[in-house]
């Protein structure tokens, strides 16, 4: 993560433990730094596991610190997926603040880092963030793991992964379902971010 710039562009300290991430029952697997295309992550990851301690709860979070492009990231972050209140690693049962939208680079903006974090909760917890479907890029952007992690007392991730991806064709179809909010806002180049959770 360091060598990626991960660290300092996302979190200030690298995490100890690993994330293992599956897509499509195993054929795809996220391994540091790792090439996958948008079509190949599109849905949600099959297996997500990482050591844990008994009886406690976790946050996971999926965020893309290049948006729109690693050269110009006036969105950074945007965040693909966050979930909250995660007994152990079942994030079925976990509290969903942002449900999962596969990696969507825009077209001639290279590679992006979608950077997978777990954070160990102090306990289970209170989240006052709208809650944000996969049907809407509404709140996804600017968004700032380390000032969510900060605003809840979670301390550094406990564990992370990461790969890398770029626009395929796939990418268009999640414009689609996010409508003209993204197709507009994805192509400005003086975006004012503020961060928001």
């Known amino acids: 993560m360091e060598a990626n710039s991960i660290v300092p562009d996302v979190i200030s300290k690298e995490p100890e433990g690993v994330i293992k991430i599956l897509y499509n029952n195993g054929e795809n697997e ?3 730094g790792n090439e996958l295309t948008p079509t190949q992550v599109k849905d949600e990851p099959t297996t997500v596991e990482w050591n844990i301690e008994e009886d406690a709860y976790y946050l996971l979070c999926m965020t893309d610190p ?3 492009s690693r050269d110009e990231p006036s969105w950074r972050e945007w965040h693909h ?3 909250g209140n995660i007994p152990g690693t079942d994030i079925g049962l976990g509290e969903t603040l942002s449900a999962y939208v596969g990696s969507a680079p825009p077209p001639g903006t290279g590679l992006h880092r979608y950077t997978f974090l777990v954070y160990q909760q102090p306990d289970k ?9 996969n049907q809407s890029a509404e709140n996804r952007e600017c968004f700032s793991i380390s000032k969510f992690a900060e605003k ?9 992964n990461f790969f890398v991806a770029q626009y395929d064709d796939w990418c268009a179809e999640v414009y689609k379902r996010f409508g003209e909010e993204i197709a507009m806002s994805l192509f400005l180049e003086d975006v004012q971010c503020n961060i928001h959770f």
């Open 125 to 133: 917890l209170q989240f006052d963030e709208k809650r944000l479907t």
């Open 152 to 160: 809840y007392q979670l301390g550094d991730p406990v564990a992370g």
């Open 30 to 32: 996220v391994n540091f």
């Open 81 to 83: 997926w966050l979930v």
């Open 66 to 68: 290049d948006a729109p």
